[in-house]
């Protein structure tokens, strides 16, 4: 079955700690994104990728890093620098080319810091 | 001003209630439209893109009106398990991002 997969279901980070999610998508598609999701609100984007080695920064990049070296995984590294980072991610794709493409979602990763 | 904006409810209505909910779009060059539903703790799935000519799926009614930059969801008929939060979603150009509204959450009750 086709899809995107991102581990862990649920993370615990101490204070100071580095930590990268994982994303993986067997749909062939182009696109791909992170959003962070707090309790009560909508989707807000982080970082998103259109192609292989590029990326653009979304709305609320700071204290994030990505990569993009094959198509099919889109990793996010939470870094130290992100005062609050306790939130649900997910990580979505899309096929380029129509405006009406859907955009897929993975299950979503829970962060915690301790 | 917000790319999106969309009334968080909560809206309470009884099974077999008719229920809308709105969301307007500060771009006027918006290319797309869509509604997710996301239950809780999951993630947001696709429920209905918007047309310009509005369109229907079962209970489902989705309109769009770019003359006043909004789009909309009509369910009929509500059902105990249509309760979520129900996202809406533009896209600025073909290539573009989407932007998210915050949700709007239904709860259905017997």
């Known amino acids: 079955d086709g899809g995107i997969t991102q581990s862990p279901k649920y993370l615990f980070r101490k204070e100071g700690q580095n930590v990268t999610l994982s994303c993986e998508q067997n749909l062939n598609h182009d696109a791909m994104y992170w959003y962070r999701q707090d309790p009560g609100q909508g989707l807000r984007l982080i970082y998103y990728s259109q192609i292989v080695n590029d990326f653009q920064k979304g709305d609320i990049a700071e204290g994030y890093s990505v990569s993009r070296e094959k198509k099919e995984s889109f990793p996010l590294t939470v870094t130290s620098a992100q005062k609050n980072p306790t939130a649900f991610y997910l990580c979505a794709s899309t096929e380029r080319g129509s405006s009406y493409n859907e955009q897929f979602f993975g299950p979503g990763t829970r962060l915690t810091v301790l | 001003r917000k790319e999106v904006e969309q009334d968080p409810g909560p809206f309470n209505v009884p099974e077999g209630a008719t229920v809308a909910f709105n969301c307007t779009y500060s771009n006027s060059a918006s290319q797309s439209f869509f509604w997710y539903r996301q239950d809780c703790r999951k993630e947001p799935k696709l429920l209905m893109s918007v047309y310009s000519s509005g369109n229907e799926d079962g209970r489902f009614t989705a309109q769009l009106n770019r003359a006043s930059q909004y789009i909309s969801l009509l369910i009929r008929d509500s059902k105990l398990s249509d309760s979520a939060t129900y996202l809406c979603?533009?896209?600025?150009?073909?290539?573009?991002?989407?932007?998210f509204g915050r949700g709007t959450q239904l709860t259905v009750w017997p």
């Open positions: 979603a533009v896209r600025g150009s073909t290539l573009g991002r989407l932007y």
